[in-house]
């Protein structure tokens, strides 16, 4: 829950998500279904897909038991190098480095690591591996990510106050606050595409999102693509349609600008009508969410 997102968003989110499936075993039996309607307004769905994934087959195949090796965690859906590692090393003892944003700033600025990219990746990853321990990995990368996060931070750090400074080379060459050398930013392109509000007396039009890609698994208003250039509306059944509002939503590789348009149908054999105050039950991304306030009761 913690990658891209900050502990205050996913505080709540934590308990409920416990609560509900307090073992591997209860969100291996829960439906997708279930999980989105929890994961809702959490942003970044391939999560929940991959963590229930996961705990599929640790169920299955490892009988409800978190493997103890990096190298079988590295291959479970959603796991990348530093939640493999972070798992072996904290919880199993295995000696490896977790390496997150604060370890990866420390031991940049440690050893004066100038490159950027997968340049610098590769030359962090081969410090750590030098300081790894046969017993003490796991403590060690609690370690870094604490230095990281209280004294060696992104910006003003607070050098004088680090007991590593004495070994700090960006300390010592002045370096620490042009380091880690960042990529350049890209620009994310914009997209467009419409949203269409169906509704029916006290109901409303809602339908499932393809099992793959964007949004896989979840619902929505019946929409259009997504596409590089704004294209005229084609409304999915003949009604007065009527726009009422444009939405913007920004996802981690596009900007998306979503215009709303609203009619009331008598035809309900499209997709699957519920009560309005009934759209909680439904896996809603953020984006459809935000239309629910330029919808009129």
Not at 140 to 159: E, H, T, V, W
Not at 192 to 211: D, N, T, W
Request: with cysteine; hydrophobic share 40%.
């Amino acid at each position: 829950m913690l990658q891209q997102t900050t502990v205050a968003t996913v505080k709540g989110y934590f308990s409920r998500f416990l609560e509900r499936w307090p073992t591997i075993k209860d969100l291996a039996a829960a439906s997708q279904d279930e999980l989105m309607q929890v994961w809702q307004g959490l942003g970044y769905y391939s999560r929940a897909r991959n963590l229930h994934k996961t705990a599929k087959i640790i169920a299955e195949q490892y009988h409800e038991i978190i493997p103890s090796s990096y190298q079988i965690l590295i291959k479970l859906p959603g796991f990348g190098p530093y939640t493999a590692a972070a798992i072996a090393s904290i919880a199993f003892k295995e000696p490896i480095i977790a390496i997150d944003t604060n370890v990866n700033r420390v031991l940049c600025r440690l050893f004066a690591i100038s490159s950027a990219g997968a340049h610098q990746k590769n030359q962090v990853q081969k410090m750590a591996n030098e300081l790894t321990h046969i017993e003490h990995s796991g403590a060690l990368s609690q370690a870094l990510m604490d230095i990281g996060s209280n004294f060696c931070k992104s910006k003003n750090p607070r050098c004088l106050d680090c007991f590593l400074k004495s070994d700090c080379l960006a300390f010592a060459k002045n370096l620490q606050n042009s380091l880690p050398k960042k990529p350049e930013k890209l620009t994310r392109p914009k997209r467009y595409g419409h949203s269409f509000i169906m509704r029916h007396a006290e109901q409303i039009c809602i339908e499932k999102r393809p099992e793959k890609g964007l949004l896989a698994g979840l619902y929505q208003f019946p929409s259009s693509e997504f596409v590089n250039e704004q294209t005229p509306a084609y409304y999915p059944v003949q009604a007065e349609w009527k726009h009422i509002g444009t939405v913007r939503h920004i996802f981690s590789h596009f900007e998306l600008e979503l215009t709303l348009w609203e009619a009331f149908v008598s035809n309900t054999n499209r997709g699957i009508w519920t009560n309005i105050s009934q759209l909680g039950n439904y896996g809603l991304p953020t984006m459809f969410r935000k239309a629910l306030t330029y919808i009129k009761a």
